[in-house]
């Protein structure tokens, strides 16, 4: 198996993570998903796992979302040496250092033109410019929820990146950081909530008192 850097469109690189995950037939036990970013101490886990033959036999992958620079350059052998039955897969291109790049194949998706939900839109901006309190927080959960019983994450995501370009351009400095929080928490979930049964309702709440309580 071949390591991937994947670059452009999110939905486009989750297409294809899911689909090399049913090509190759890869089981759960040998899927390393690292949401956080991964640091020495998590490359120290991944070569202990490397020096042993994958479960079953099978082929495993290890899905690197962001990385420090000494855990990028802790990385470099082990891309070099990677077994047949094991592969990289490199979400964000942005933070690569240029020699992880030349070890990869790097795929280009092409950014798609999003239609973002505009009732959605407006009310997620009328409660970020509202009181940011616990009450004000479950009422409109219950609000959003009550529309969209099986609200997508993503189009969630989609949203507050326009609220944020918004916010950008009218200065809005005193909301941009937590709209910021929010969508790199509903990023760091995404992934999570599209491959398990999670309550999404539940996993929202806790993410807006969250950052709220910041």
């Known amino acids: 198996m071949a390591s991937y850097v994947l670059a452009g469109d999110l939905e486009s690189k989750n297409e294809f993570l899911a689909k090399l995950i ?15 970013t991964l640091k020495i101490p998590q490359v120290r886990e991944i070569k202990k796992l490397l020096s042993t033959k994958a479960f079953s036999g099978a082929k495993r992958l290890f899905v690197i979302r962001d990385a420090t620079l000494e855990a990028q350059n802790a990385l470099l052998k082990t891309l070099e040496e990677l077994h047949e039955d094991t592969s990289f897969i490199f979400l964000n291109e942005a933070i690569l250092i240029p020699t992880i790049l030349s070890r990869t194949q790097i795929l280009n998706f092409k950014r798609r033109k999003v239609d973002v939900d505009a009732n959605l839109s407006s009310m997620l901006e009328n409660f970020l410019k509202g ?11 219950e609000e959003l929820f009550t529309q969209s019983p099986d609200l997508n994450f993503a189009n969630l995501i989609f949203c507050l990146r326009e609220i944020l370009f918004k916010q950008i351009q009218e200065d809005s400095f005193e909301k941009i950081g937590l709209t910021l929080r929010l969508l790199k928490s509903l990023y760091r979930y995404l992934s999570f909530v599209e491959n398990n049964n999670l309550n999404k309702k539940l996993l929202f709440e806790r993410i807006i008192i969250e950052e709220i309580s910041l």
């Open 22 to 36: 049913k090509e190759e037939n890869i089981k759960s036990y040998n899927l390393f998903d690292y949401q956080e």
């Open 131 to 141: 009181n940011m309190d616990l009450s004000s927080t479950f009422l409109f959960s």
